[in-house]
């Protein structure tokens, strides 16, 4: 199991070699005091979390912007390693808010940040979906808890939210981005934010209240380009 694990750490590492991982070795974990056993297993299950989570037409993304790979340095740094397998976890930290127009490579970019996490391997149990796929998620309907999926998006260590504004403007839809980012915000909780909203709709599209913890809770990073997709980028 182990030689299993270690293999498909080492895979991993490979395809993103410019990316320095937190445990560079795990057989000086032992000399240390810690288990080099529980390090390994941790830090695939890390890597595996983040692989199933992003699709695969992102499979290969990594950061670019140097706004972003600052803010997942932050992180990196602000994480606190178990004392027993040395594997670090995410805390409390701050968060950032990708704006642009459609195509200009936000969610590649957002993908790309919790990919460089995994590879590093700092645990942060990440969740990621667009907003309309959270409100599908949670309309009321027979068989759904949609409190227990608000909480899953609301409690998670690190959450990456696309397209907010993406929806058609209604009261139950301006609730759910409240609570949603109210949330995150007073529990000063790491979150990616993407939208296509114009800054200056901002306060209609989403509401005053929503758009007011945005501006203070995240760093704004303006992507600019042509639509990647028209042009033939993947």
């Not at 695969?56 to 606190?80: I, M, N, Q």
């Not at 390693?81 to 808010?97: A, D, E, H, I, T």
């Not at 409100?135 to 608000?150: I, L, N, T």
Request: proline share 6%.
């Amino acid at each position: 199991m182990t030689e299993k694990t270690k293999d498909l750490i080492s895979r991993a590492r490979a395809a993103f070699p410019h990316i320095t991982p937190a445990i560079p070795d795990f057989d000086a974990i032992d000399g240390q005091g810690g288990d080099s056993f529980t390090a390994i297993r941790d830090t695939a299950a890390i890597i595996e979390t983040t692989n199933s989570l992003i699709p695969p037409l992102y499979r290969r993304a990594d950061v670019t912007d140097e706004r972003l790979l600052a803010w997942v340095d932050a992180l990196v740094k602000g994480s606190k390693p178990n004392k027993f397998s040395r594997v670090p976890y995410l805390g409390r930290g701050p968060s950032v808010f990708l704006k642009g127009q459609t195509g200009v490579g936000k969610t590649y970019q957002a993908f790309g940040a919790l990919r460089r996490l995994s590879i590093i391997g700092v645990g942060c149990a990440p969740v990621a979906a667009s907003i309309t796929d959270i409100y599908a998620k949670m309309r009321p309907r027979p068989g759904v808890d949609s409190e227990a999926v608000f909480e899953r998006y609301a409690n998670a260590p690190l959450a990456f939210i696309d397209d907010l504004g993406a929806a058609k403007t209604s009261e139950w839809v301006e609730e759910v981005n409240y609570r949603l980012i109210n949330f995150r915000y007073e529990h000063q909780l790491p979150t990616i934010v993407t939208t296509n909203v114009l800054p200056d709709d901002l306060g209609r599209k989403l509401g005053d209240r929503v758009a007011s913890r945005i501006t203070e809770m995240a760093e704004p990073i303006a992507l600019k380009g042509i639509d990647r997709r028209l042009g033939g980028a993947a």
